[in-house]
C-alpha cells in the first residue's frame, strides 16, 4: 500500500488505569519514528476534546516526559465517557460525525489512535467505518485499555495486571491486619472492588491466597454468578468459626436472583444511565451483622486501584507500551479498523512471552468478556487453578519509577494547543 502523508492524532478515553500512558507514550515514541507521520497530536478530553478541537501537539514535549509517561498513571490527555451513539440519538451523532471529520481535515488527520476499552473501541469503529463511507483516507486503529479486563479477543487489557497487583497486596496486607486482631468473638472485612458486569478485578485478588486455604480472601463474590445471601451467611460463619475472622472481596455489580444490583443507588446514574454502583459492601455488612452479629468493617479501593502505580506490573506496563508501538507500526503498514490485541505465547519451561496481533473493531465492539465459569470453584465463592494459572504471570516484575523526597515522581505534559482553524463546535 501507498506510503500515507499526514498527522497522528492520539486520545485516551474511559476510566485511566495505571499503565495507560504507557500506551501513550509507546504511541508518541513510535509515531517519531516514521517521517509519513509529519505531526503529532494528542486530544484532550477523548473525543469530546476532538469534537471541540482542543488538540496540543506532542513535538513541544520533552523527551524525557514522554518517557516518564511509562511509570505516571491516570491519564495524561484526560479522558471522557461521551459516546457517539446512532442508536439513541442518531441526529446528535451524524452532527458529532460530521464535526468529527472537519477537525481531521482542517488538521490533515490521516492516522487516529484511540486508547480505551469497549465504548472507546466502538467509537473507533464507527469513525472507521466513516471513513470509509466518506471515502476519507484515515487509518483507525484501537489500542487496548481497560482494568475491568473485559474486552474480548485478547489475552487480557493493559491496565488489568497492576489493579490485581495492587488489589492482592492489598488483601493480603489487610488480612494480616484484621488477622492479628481476631478474637474468640470473630470478625469479618468486606472488600469492595471495582467490576460492573466482570469479576476480573475482584476474582484476581485470589493470588494473594498464595495456594494456602487459610490465607484471605476466603469468600470472593463475582458478577458473574447470582449472590445467594443465605448460601453466603454460611460461609461466613464457616469461615469465622475455623479463622475467627473472615475477609470478603466483593464485585461491584453482584446481583441477587432478580437481577437486581446489590450495591446500586439508583437515585444516581452515570454517564451511559446505569445506576452509580458504589454500595456493595455496605449493603454485605448490614447483612452479616444483622443476621450473624458479627463485627464488620469495609474497605473501598475506589480509585485507589487503578491509580497504584507504585504497584504496577512491569509485564502489563511493558505489554501496554508494546501495544502502542504496535497501533502506530499497523496504521504505517496500511492497516485500519482493528484493534492491537495482546497473545500469550506459553515457553516449554513454564514462563510466558508475550506479542501484539491486530483484531478486527467489528468483533470487539460492544463485546464483554466474562471470567469462564470453569474457572470458577463449584460452590462459586472463589477462582479455581486454571484462574490462577491464567493470572499469576500478568502481576510479573516491578516497574522502576523515579522519586523525589521519598514519593513517586509522576510527570505531566505541557500540554502547548494547536491553534484552531474552525469555528466553535454548536
Not at 460492573?196 to 478485578?201: D, K, T
Request: glycine residues 10%; charged residues 25%.
Amino acid at each position: 500500500m501507498a506510503e500515507l502523508a499526514g498527522n497522528l492524532l492520539v486520545a485516551q478515553s474511559g476510566g485511566p488505569t495505571a499503565v495507560i500512558n504507557a500506551s501513550l507514550a509507546g504511541v508518541v515514541q513510535e509515531a517519531g519514528r516514521h517521517e509519513c507521520i509529519e505531526e503529532l497530536y494528542g486530544g484532550m478530553n477523548g473525543i469530546l476534546g476532538i469534537l471541540n478541537e482542543e488538540l496540543i501537539d506532542f513535538n513541544e514535549e520533552k523527551a524525557r516526559t514522554i518517557d516518564g509517561l511509562k511509570c505516571t498513571p491516570a491519564a495524561a490527555l484526560g479522558t471522557c465517557r461521551y459516546k457517539i451513539d446512532f442508536k439513541k440519538k442518531p441526529e446528535q451523532a451524524a452532527k458529532d460525525m460530521d464535526r468529527l471529520f472537519e477537525v481531521f481535515g482542517a488538521h490533515n488527520i490521516r492516522y487516529f489512535a484511540y486508547i480505551g476499552g469497549n465504548d472507546s473501541q466502538d467509537t473507533s469503529h464507527k469513525i472507521h467505518e466513516e471513513a470509509v463511507k466518506r471515502g476519507y483516507d484515515l487509518r483507525v486503529i484501537g489500542v487496548p485499555k481497560t482494568i475491568d479486563n473485559d474486552l474480548p479477543h485478547t489475552d487480557n487489557c493493559p491496565g488489568y495486571g497492576s489493579v490485581i497487583k495492587y488489589n492482592a497486596t492489598t488483601v493480603m496486607e489487610v488480612g494480616v491486619d484484621v488477622g492479628g486482631m481476631a478474637t474468640s468473638d470473630g470478625s469479618c472485612c468486606i472488600i469492595e472492588v471495582m467490576g460492573r458486569s466482570a469479576g476480573w478485578i475482584a476474582a484476581g485478588t485470589v493470588l494473594a491466597k498464595r495456594g494456602n486455604p487459610a490465607n484471605p480472601p476466603h469468600i470472593i463474590l463475582l458478577p458473574e454468578l447470582v449472590f445467594e445471601q443465605d448460601k453466603f451467611l454460611a460461609k461466613v460463619k464457616e469461615t469465622v468459626a475455623a479463622y475467627k475472622y473472615c475477609i470478603v472481596v466483593v464485585g461491584e455489580g453482584i446481583k441477587d436472583a432478580s437481577g437486581q444490583e446489590v450495591g446500586a443507588d439508583k437515585t444516581r446514574l452515570d454517564a451511559f444511565g446505569h445506576p452509580v454502583l458504589a454500595g456493595a459492601a455496605e449493603a454485605l455488612k448490614e447483612i452479616v451483622e444483622g443476621r450473624l452479629n458479627t463485627k464488620t468493617r469495609t474497605v473501598l479501593l475506589g480509585y485507589a486501584q487503578r491509580a497504584a502505580a507504585h504497584c504496577a506490573s512491569l509485564t502489563d506496563s511493558s505489554n501496554a507500551l508494546a501495544c502502542g508501538e504496535a497501533a502506530v507500526k499497523a496504521a504505517v503498514a496500511g492497516q485500519s479498523g482493528f484493534m492491537v490485541k495482546i497473545v500469550r505465547n506459553a515457553q516449554p519451561d513454564g514462563s510466558v512471552q508475550w506479542s501484539t496481533d491486530l483484531q478486527p473493531l467489528a468483533d470487539i465492539a460492544n463485546v464483554e468478556h466474562f471470567v469462564p465459569r470453569d474457572w470458577i470453584g463449584d460452590d462459586g465463592f472463589l477462582p479455581n487453578e486454571k484462574f490462577v494459572e491464567y493470572a499469576k504471570p500478568l502481576i510479573e516484575g516491578e516497574v522502576k519509577y523515579p522519586t523525589e523526597g521519598g514519593l513517586p515522581k509522576y510527570v505531566t505534559l505541557e500540554k502547548v494547543p494547536v491553534e484552531k482553524k474552525l469555528p466553535p463546535r454548536s
